[in-house]
DNA sequence: CCATGTGAATGCGTTCACAGCC
DNA sequence: GGCTGTGAACGCATTCACATGG
């Protein structure tokens, strides 16, 4: 059976919910109080990975993840890494769930090849021109974008042309991309754009 | 007529595309093949706006603006604080679109008295337990929550029972919140997740 | 009563098809 | 031919209703 993209989603967000979230098992009586969504549509959301991990006595929080992460193939580590070592880009190259999480860092680039030979940092630096030996060498995936805003295209070009499958886009620019490659944009204002048509009120 | 969910993000991120591009005239042709989506969907979109912004040779790229914005109530400004001074939020104290954008930063907050003191910003910062009386007195709709993990949901609380309306969440835990309040969640694990399942391949 | 699971029915968003216009 | 705009048709996601089990 195919899974809906709305599904997929929620099933994100509840898998998110499960690894904070103490309890051994769980209901969807307790799942809707927990989201606000309909107890109807969490069944059928978790009845789409098809595995015996529900009973009479709600589901097993242990075998749910497994499930969640194995039906959106999250159940294998993927590599990524860093194009961009300003501010945010090498702030990430030390964040800490780069080194046990599900993501693993792999490289960082920079145009600068002195910032590349200075900045200390637990995984391997290159200058950009090797982006496109090295993503292919490591099967790196996904990449975070942080370069300034006139330089994002062309560092998404070249990441693309390395084979790059998904970029999480921190400049407040909107990349063209060949609709294979995933584009994430993570910016500030459309959040709050987002948040602000979500609000009701009086004169809104 | 009520405009559907879907069709709000795919307004919010033409809105975002229109603000970038140059021109003065698109087409949904145009727009298909800017974003991915039909034709078909981008004129229904554009009609669920009742304005009379479309002729026989294109839509008029400003008229559309505002029009969007009047649709989704973004024809307004809205005041905006930070709660959490640490590195991201005392950076964002002074990011640039906050001070001519739609969204207006009116305040700071920081359960550290010295650094509210210290700090230099463009707006006034304040303790933490001063919160409900500024946030009301200054109509502040939105929060960005920068406060680390374990304060979160604390912070969260003062915040709501403030008034707040919504809030952009940076810390990696699940706030628990009224359904009248509008969260969003910015983690980058979250984005790395949803970029993955998004990634189509042999053995995904 | 509580729970999961699932085919069937409902309802909503997208797509179609065509009218009207340049 | 190009374009917008829109009721109608379609298809898919959600909800319902009920079977099954403790």
Redesign the pocket.
């Given at each position: 059976m195919e899974i809906?993209?709305?599904?997929k989603e929620r099933l994100l967000y509840l898998l998110k919910l499960l690894e904070k979230g103490g309890t051994l098992t769980l209901?969807?009586?307790h799942i809707e109080s927990l989201t606000g969504w309909?107890?109807?549509?969490i069944?059928?959301d978790?009845?789409y990975l098809a595995a015996?991990?529900?009973?009479?006595?709600?589901?097993d929080v242990f075998a749910l993840k497994n499930a969640i992460k194995k039906a959106l193939h999250l159940d294998r580590k993927r590599k990524i890494c860093i194009v961009g070592l300003g501010r945010l880009g090498s702030a990430y190259l030390n964040f800490s769930a780069f080194q046990y999480g599900d993501f693993e860092l792999a490289a960082g680039f920079d145009a600068n090849v002195n910032r590349v030979e200075i900045l200390s940092s637990p995984v391997p630096l290159y200058p950009t021109y090797k982006m496109g030996e090295i993503i292919g060498w490591f099967s790196i995936e996904i990449s975070l974008l942080c370069v300034p805003e006139d330089q994002a295209q062309s560092a998404a070009d070249k990441l693309i042309s390395a084979g790059i499958r998904g970029i999480v886009n921190f400049a407040p620019v909107i990349l063209k991309a060949p609709p294979e490659i995933a584009v994430r944009n993570v910016y500030i204002i459309d959040d709050l754009r987002s948040l602000s048509i979500r609000i009701p009120s009086e004169n809104n």
């Open positions: 809906p993209d709305p599904a209901t969807s009586t309909s107890r109807d549509s069944r059928k978790i009845s015996d991990i529900g009973s009479t006595s709600g589901y």
